[in-house]
């Protein structure tokens, strides 16, 4: 059990509609991410942070947007979903000096 | 930027038979490499990592990786499979200046099938 709680785990949207996943932490971790998972691409990475109201963007930032005004949360907005926006999305903390991340369950995001 | 490479889309493998999967990273300098297994409607699973030291590094569930600088290959192994094996598999990297801050880099993945 990484510790982190995501919600919602499944969402059917339509294109054009904003969209926030949350992802909730109660363990005081100080680095978290949010990354996408799709097939034949692995998963790869939006935004991450740093700290409260710290962050920065990953590979695929396109089309999102992250807040983080908490430890405990950490937002990702979708802020007018399209179609390529459908897939899996993870949120992962921190754990260690060598940088392993542990993951939540997921949030099936689908855009019609 | 680093990157991951999984030549493996997918394997086949029969229960109780050995099973390797193959991992190639790009990274300057010494890397923090791992193993991930992701079962269906799952998250993702921490296997084992290697940051330093010995290069064979043992992780949960039986299996093992091989660090080979010379080949910068992370080969993820075990001896005996068994079907509840049956996963996706991700190998990742992170970078080992700042201690991997900026999050770990994941191959496509390799999607691993036991055959009874």
């Known amino acids: 059990d990484a510790g982190i709680t995501q919600s919602p785990r499944h969402k059917v949207t339509e294109t054009g509609t904003p969209v926030t996943l949350r992802c909730h932490q109660t363990?005081?971790?100080?680095?978290m991410y949010w990354y996408r998972q799709d097939p034949g691409h692995g998963l790869r990475l939006i935004h991450y942070?740093?700290?409260?109201?710290?962050?920065d963007k990953g590979e695929v930032s396109d089309g999102y947007s992250v807040s983080r005004s908490k430890t405990e949360d950490f937002l990702l907005t979708l802020e007018s979903a399209t179609s390529s926006q459908t897939s899996v999305y993870f949120c992962?903390?921190?754990?260690?000096?060598?940088?392993?991340?542990?993951f939540g369950e997921g949030s099936r995001l689908t855009v019609l | 930027a680093q990157s991951v490479t999984q030549p493996d889309i997918h394997i086949t493998v029969s229960e109780g038979a050995s099973l390797e999967l193959r991992c190639n990273y790009s990274y300057g300098a010494t890397p923090y490499l791992f193993w991930y297994v992701q079962s269906p409607g799952q998250g993702l699973q921490l296997l084992l990592k290697y940051f330093s030291g010995d290069t064979l590094v043992q992780g949960i569930k039986g299996f093992e990786a091989e660090f080979k600088r010379s080949q910068s290959s992370f080969n993820l192994r075990k001896p005996s499979v068994h079907w509840s094996d049956a996963a996706e598999y991700f190998c990742a990297v992170g970078a080992s200046s700042g201690g991997g801050a900026d999050g770990l880099t994941f191959g496509k993945g390799t999607h691993l099938i036991i055959q009874p």
């Open positions: 992962a903390h921190r754990g260690g000096q060598s940088g392993e991340l542990f």
């Open positions: 942070s740093y700290g409260v109201k710290d962050t």
């Open positions: 363990e005081n971790h100080r680095y």
